[in-house]
């Protein structure tokens, strides 16, 4: 599982422990519906009602074709819809699957799901479905008034509560070369956001270079994502099976070097090596969402308490289950 969460293919694993690929398969299909179901972003019973500042959304482009015969199974390209906690380095939830409406519908439902009653701050860059889902998952309906006394009345409109506030990232491109950013206010005013950002403890501009940052992390930590390869999926569900394991060993096993907590005094290391002076810290760490630095062992073997069991089929609603196991990979 280290070896899978590290950025090795299966049959790269295969090769490194001395076992046949389908073994290896078999595993990750157990270590991720473990991930999904204790130690991971969206369905975790440790990550839910948090108090998320600052939220920065993406979609990653998985160069992969995903081949299937049932009508349900996404086909060619897929992507990778992606909201980012940069205060922890923590990704909220993810989703996979076309760059459509649906699927940025889907990744806000999943961000509304583990988060509390506060609103995060939302950026991102100018694709505009990010716009319509925030309207769809944190919008409010409301019966505009009728202006004179003939005709029908109005149909009832939707539009953002107050406490939603959100930012885009616009950039200018030209002969594919970045020429210009602007930002862009789309969601609340600009003395607000101002606030917001005068708070935030990551960064004092509308930016989305936390997010973006990230997305070089998954592309290391996730085979399946690496560019002009022949490690990419050929099933979205076993795509999906990879990304649980390593985002799960990236918040709670992998520490973060920006993260990191310098010691007040050095410790002494064994023998002469060089004293200690920092004290490592995961993205679960920083959000206070455990004390300590996971192992791998630990992250496979955690127990799911009872009440998080009885809540699974509320969850599932949300976060489908992978289905029945299949070794087309």
């Known amino acids: 599982m280290r070896a899978l969460a590290e950025g090795n293919s299966l049959r790269a694993t ?24 204790s130690c991971c972003c969206g369905t975790t019973c440790m990550f839910g009602n948090v108090n998320w500042m600052n939220c920065g959304a993406l979609s990653i482009p998985s160069k992969g074709t995903c081949r299937g ?7 060619g ?13 923590l990704v909220l939830a993810f989703v996979i699957g076309k760059r459509t409406q649906p699927y940025a519908d889907q990744l806000l439902e999943r961000v509304r799901w583990v988060t509390d009653v506060f609103i995060p701050f939302f950026t991102s860059d100018q694709w505009p479905e990010y716009e319509q889902a925030l309207l769809n998952t944190y919008g409010e309906w409301y019966q505009p008034e009728r202006h004179g006394q003939r005709g029908r009345r109005p149909h009832p ?28 206010v789309v969601f609340g005013d600009a003395q607000t956001v101002a ?37 990419f999926s050929k099933k979205i569900e076993w ?18 070097h920006s993260l990191r907590q310098q010691l007040p005094i050095a410790e002494p290391t064994r023998g002469r090596g060089t004293p200690r002076r920092w004290f ?50």
């Not at 490194?16 to 473990?34: F, G, H, Y």
């Not at 390209?77 to 380095?89: G, I, N, S, T, Y």
Request: net charge positive; with cysteine; glycine share 2%.
């Open 239 to 256: 795509f999906e099976k990879q990304l649980w394991v390593s985002l799960a060993y990236y918040h709670l096993v992998l520490p973060h």
């Open 14 to 37: 295969a090769r490194i422990v001395l076992a046949d690929k389908d073994t290896v398969c078999a595993w990750l299909d157990r270590a991720a519906r473990q991930c999904r179901r």
């Open 157 to 184: 409109r939707c539009r953002p509560q107050p406490g939603l506030h959100y930012a885009q990232v616009i950039k200018i491109r030209q002969q594919g070369k970045v020429v210009q950013v602007k930002t862009r």
């Open 195 to 231: 606030v917001d950002l005068q708070t935030s403890p990551v960064s004092t501009t509308i930016n989305t270079r936390f997010v973006e940052r990230d997305n070089l992390t998954q592309r290391q930590s996730n085979r399946r994502l690496t560019r002009c390869t022949t490690g």
């Open 280 to 329: 490592p810290v995961t993205p679960a760490m920083a959000a206070g969402l455990t004390e300590h630095v996971w192992t791998t062992p630990e992250l496979l073997s955690y127990r799911v308490p009872a009440e998080f069991i009885e809540r699974l089929p509320i969850i599932e609603k949300v976060f489908p289950d992978f289905g029945e196991i299949d070794h087309t990979r």
């Open 77 to 89: 390209d897929a992507w990778v819809w992606l909201a980012f906690a940069p205060e922890w380095r």
């Open 69 to 75: 015969r049932r009508p349900t199974v996404i086909r």
